[in-house]
């Protein structure tokens, strides 16, 4: 009787079987990885759109100050409009403001009102100071007279991510005080 040896045919199985596992392993892995990096970008897409978010609305706040403050200033013996420095002339109703000033100084287009990051004494904040870094955030602020006792505001923030421009605009209506 003859007995066959099928040791060759076993080892080009396990051979094919081998690659096949490592073929569905690697695209596992890459997968995973593939995954991964999304998330990581995702990640820093939701941060950015955060940290704009909250630029926009600083923006808004930082208007309402300055009307605040000639509500304050205001007085009989020297009256001052609620809209003294935001009135928001036609060509010239385009800001860029920071808590470091609280004075609206005109701009024409939004590269015109980058924002810095400061490093000196209050590390951390945006700013418009040529002295500090740039940050990826430009902020513009636009006011829009409605009438003599109101006007429209847009606080735009725009950033670039990986190529890609995003924007965060919020919108309010600021109303003047009643003397």
């Known amino acids: 009787m003859k007995l066959i040896n099928n040791s060759k045919d076993k080892s080009a199985f396990s051979l094919l079987e081998t690659v ?3 073929f569905i392993v690697s695209i596992g892995l890459v997968s995973i990885l593939s995954v991964t990096v999304d998330s990581v970008r995702a990640q820093n897409l939701n941060k950015n759109s955060l940290v704009a978010y909250h630029l926009a609305e ?4 930082l208007v309402k100050n300055v009307r ?4 304050i200033q205001n007085t009989t013996s020297t009256p001052i409009a609620w809209n003294r420095y935001i009135e928001g002339e036609s060509g010239s109703n385009k800001y860029r403001v920071d808590y470091a000033t609280f004075e609206p100084v005109v701009v024409s ?3 015109e009102a ?3 990051l400061s490093a000196g004494a209050n590390p951390g904040f945006y700013l418009h100071n040529t002295s500090s870094p740039d940050s990826m955030f430009s902020r513009m602020i636009t006011i829009d007279p409605i009438n ?3 006007s ?7 950033w670039m991510d990986q190529g890609q421009t995003y924007q965060v605009e919020l919108n309010s209506i600021l109303y003047g005080w009643k003397y």
């Open 114 to 116: 980058k924002l810095q």
């Open 148 to 150: 003599a006792s109101s």
């Open 68 to 71: 605040d403050t000639n509500f």
């Open 58 to 61: 600083e923006g808004l706040e």
């Open 152 to 158: 429209a505001i847009t606080s735009l923030v725009e």
């Open 109 to 111: 287009n939004i590269a």
């Open 20 to 22: 096949v596992v490592l």
